[in-house]
């Protein structure tokens, strides 16, 4: 097959519109249009393919097996295989040469099974005073909002609808974790090998609910990250009771877990890579902090 003239030098594929071709090594593979999930299925792991597209015209696309390229938006978007066998869409959008903005999309629960609603999707962006960190989510609404005032800390936040991030140093097992909560309120802690020293920081945080969808804004201040960091895991809570949902942007693979094992965030063991410089450029150097050991 010919390659189109719109598809980037170096990556002649065959491309296909609206459909994605059966892999070998694939079992079944399908694809639903409008906003739905992108699942493939292999042996023994599991793949779930989660590709949100806004309309039909950018699902004129090709599968090379590490990346998808959209016609409209002229990007390639990479797909990444975790060790356990899930693909994560991670998508670096330049904003300069140096500094530019890294996507995450959470696609699966704690426990490695596909998300059934449009994923959470987490943005970092470059800050001068710190991370910059977006967060677009549908809104559950379940549970009620927090008895907290919007833009201050709430301790016990993770008991409520919340988007989470871990930021980890895998030598010292330092790690900051902000939650966010579409309803304003928020928890910055910082943790060492799972034990909580510090907690509540003030943060700049802002959350706006649109019907059914909510958006917010952090501000992350540089002295709250420990020192090198390159690993990061980041979660969506809600629901209640029997229906609380546990998401992880890298979960813990299905072999792995045991009879009447729960969901736990701080499984430091699988996060993966992540350096504040992919976000800020390699020049960038991480300003000292006093808060950390």
Not at 149 to 168: A, I, M, N, Q
Not at 215 to 228: C, E, M, Q
């Amino acid at each position: 097959m010919k390659c189109p003239k719109w598809m980037p030098n170096g990556m002649a594929k065959p491309f296909f519109l609206g459909v994605i071709f059966h892999q070998p090594w694939t079992n079944l593979m399908h694809l639903q249009f409008m906003g739905q999930v992108l699942v493939g299925h292999m042996k023994p792991s599991i793949l779930y393919l989660n590709m949100i597209f806004r309309n039909v015209r950018n699902l004129i696309c090709f599968f090379s097996g590490s990346g998808f390229y959209q016609r409209r938006s002229q990007k390639v978007v990479y797909l990444s295989l975790s060790e356990n066998g899930a693909f994560k869409e991670h998508q670096p959008k330049f904003l300069t040469d140096e500094r530019r903005e890294v996507e995450y999309k959470i696609v699966t629960t704690w426990d490695s099974m596909p998300v059934m609603h449009a994923p959470v999707t987490i943005r970092f962006k470059p800050g001068d005073q710190g991370l910059v960190m977006e967060v677009s989510s549908l809104f559950f609404d379940d549970p009620p909002a927090p008895p907290g005032e919007p833009g201050k800390p709430f301790d016990g936040l993770w008991d409520y609808e919340v988007v989470e991030s871990f930021f980890l140093n895998s030598e010292t097992k330092n790690y900051l974790e902000v939650e966010l909560c579409p309803h304003g309120q928020h928890l910055v802690l910082l943790l060492s090998a799972g034990d909580c020293f510090e907690k509540g920081l003030p943060l700049v945080f802002e959350a706006d609910i649109n019907w059914s969808t909510w958006n917010g804004t952090a501000i992350i201040p540089w002295n709250y990250f420990p020192p090198g960091v390159d690993k990061m895991n980041s979660y969506a809570i809600h629901g209640s009771g029997i229906g609380r949902t546990y998401e992880s942007l890298y979960p813990i693979p299905r072999e792995e877990i045991e009879e009447g094992q729960g969901p736990n965030f701080h499984r430091l063991e699988y996060f993966q890579h992540f350096s504040l410089n992919d976000v800020m450029g390699d020049d960038w150097n991480q300003p000292p902090s006093d808060l950390w050991p």
